[in-house]
């Protein structure tokens, strides 16, 4: 697609490429051509080489002296690590957003469980990772605490990615539905500690089947960058 010319080539340029790397449709170590991007873009290579620095800032992108630039890719420890730190964000996101925002969160999530389900029926799994992480991030917007939130938004968009390559499977998407399903449920009656506990069970689930996913199709990824 050719891109309008506005104020921001270099932003437009960014956002395209972040959606293609966050959907799936750049591979986890793929190598990046400033010249094929620029061209299938309709720009010239200096907003496309400016989105690209942009994009290595938030962790999508890597570039390699005299060897080039790639999408991010992750080993199986660095998949563990962001698990990691996930969770103990998250967490905190929930306590707090339950303790300051309760009504407002279990507001929101009933929103977007509801679309999550109409999402799964029509087998929409574009539609329900969107949804997926929205339910997430509502957290972060009702903890009440800014930096929090810029945290999470640090690592945000890998996240993402990682969770749009297991929604492909409608099992495993079922599956997170049910659990999403039940941290509404837990919400609701206020059971702060047994949201934390199932949330964390959640985001493990996720690491578990992202690491059985990178052993079975020969680590994507890992090659190349």
Excluded: C
Excluded at 188 to 210: C, F, K, M, N
């Amino acid at each position: 697609m050719a891109l309008e010319r506005g104020p921001s080539l270099t932003e437009q340029a960014a956002d395209e490429i972040r959606v293609r790397i966050v959907r799936g449709a750049l591979q986890l170590g793929e190598s990046l051509s400033e010249i094929m991007l620029a061209k299938d873009l309709g720009v010239s290579k200096t907003p496309v080489r400016e989105a690209l620095m942009q994009l290595k800032r938030e962790g999508l992108v890597e570039v390699h002296p005299q060897r080039g630039t790639f999408v991010f890719s992750m080993s199986p420890e660095q998949v563990g690590e962001l698990s990691e730190l996930r969770g103990i964000l998250e967490t905190a996101a929930l306590r707090l957003a339950l303790e300051r925002n309760a009504a407002a969160l279990v507001q929101s999530w009933a929103g977007t469980v509801g679309e999550m389900k109409t999402a799964l029926s029509e087998s929409d799994a574009e539609r329900y990772r969107i949804l997926d992480g929205a339910f997430h991030r509502t957290m972060f917007e009702l903890a009440g605490n800014a930096y929090l939130l810029e945290a999470f938004t640090t690592i945000a968009f890998r996240v993402q990615a990682l969770r749009n390559r297991l929604s492909l499977e409608a099992e495993l998407n079922s599956t997170s539905f049910g659990e999403h399903e039940d941290l509404l449920r837990l919400a609701r009656s206020g059971d702060a500690t047994a949201a934390e506990a199932l949330l964390v069970r959640h985001i493990e689930w996720t690491r578990s089947h992202y690491l059985a996913k990178l052993a079975g199709n020969g680590a994507p990824g890992q090659g190349t960058a």
